[in-house]
């Protein structure tokens, strides 16, 4: 967010707003999927085969 103030045209405003994840439908998708993937990685696949192919999962190495 720093870089794009600072790599603007002068004199140009920057304005960040900031909403609850209830008023941002596109969170709501991002936690249906978050919640579907791990659920599937608890046991229950259900949710997860709903998505189908439409997910693709990769998995992340962390130290």
Avoid: C
């Amino acid at each position: 967010m720093q870089h794009a103030r600072y790599t603007l045209p002068k004199g140009t405003h920057f304005r960040i707003d900031h909403l609850p994840g209830a008023g941002e439908a596109l969170l709501w998708v991002a936690d249906i999927v978050a919640g579907a993937v791990r659920t599937e990685k608890l046991g229950d696949p259900r949710y997860r085969e709903i998505l189908g192919d439409r997910v693709i999962d990769f998995p992340v190495r962390v130290l």
